[in-house]
Each structure stands twice: as structure tokens, then as C-alpha cells.
Nanobody, 123 residues
Framework: VQLQASGGGLVQAGGSLRLSCAAS????????VAWFRQAPGKEREFVAV????????YYTDSVKGRFSVSRDNAKTTVYLQMNSLKTEDTAVYYC?????????????????WGQGTQVTVSS
């Protein structure tokens, strides 16, 4: 599975961005897809995950109520809608995939990774 993340940019605090993760390859639509982020000097952290059917979703506490993850009807593109952005959301955002939707959601649990997309939130 190949993953291509896009949609990052510079936004003011309180603003919104939508990230996209396009998946390609055999059975790409059958994979669970997660978003992680990594701020400078910090470890990569889990943000959100969606299963292949789009009916199982889980968020880290710090983004609940502000971020929303979804996937398109073809199941090959996953979106991360980010609203009410805060300066602490500044990071490189990565999408990752694995065959099963199950906990835990740590970077080591994911087999495929896209390149990162930078999100910068200014005050």
C-alpha cells in the first residue's frame, strides 16, 4: 500500500485545515488508516484512526470535538478535518495504514506510512 498525504499549510489559531491521505495498491480500501503527528523535539503521537468501513473511529483526547476523520465512498482517500486549531497542533502530520483496526495505536503498530505534511498554526 502506498500513501500520499497532502493539505498541510499555515493557518491562524481558530482556523481550519483538511488533510487528505490517498491510498493506492492492492486492497488499499480494506486497510485501517490512522493519522499521527510529530512536533519538533517530540515523539510521534497518535491523532485519529478509521477502519476500512468508516464506522469505527477513535480520537486521541486532545483533538476530540475539534478533528473529524472520514473516508470517501471508494474508501481509498481518508480525510482529517481539523477545526478550532491551536498552536499546539503545529506538527508534521503523517497518515499510516494497517490491515486491522485494533488497539493499541502506536507508530510501531502500523505497517505503511505516507510522507508527512506540515501543519503550522500561528497565534
Amino acid at each position: 500500500v502506498q500513501l500520499q498525504a497532502s493539505g498541510g499549510g499555515l493557518v491562524q489559531a481558530g482556523g481550519s485545515l483538511r488533510l487528505s491521505c490517498a491510498a493506492s495498491g492492492p486492497d488499499a480500501s480494506r486497510f485501517a488508516v490512522a493519522w499521527f503527528r510529530q512536533a519538533p523535539g517530540k515523539e510521534r503521537e497518535f491523532v485519529a484512526v478509521i477502519n476500512w468501513g468508516g464506522d469505527l473511529i477513535y480520537y486521541t483526547d486532545s483533538v476530540k470535538g475539534r478533528f473529524s476523520v472520514s473516508r470517501d465512498n471508494a474508501k481509498t482517500t481518508v480525510y482529517l478535518q481539523m477545526n478550532s486549531l491551536k498552536t499546539e497542533d503545529t506538527a508534521v502530520y503523517y497518515c499510516a495504514a494497517r490491515a486491522t483496526y485494533s488497539r493499541p495505536h502506536t507508530p510501531d503498530d502500523y505497517d505503511y506510512w505516507g510522507q508527512g505534511t506540515q501543519v503550522t498554526v500561528s497565534s
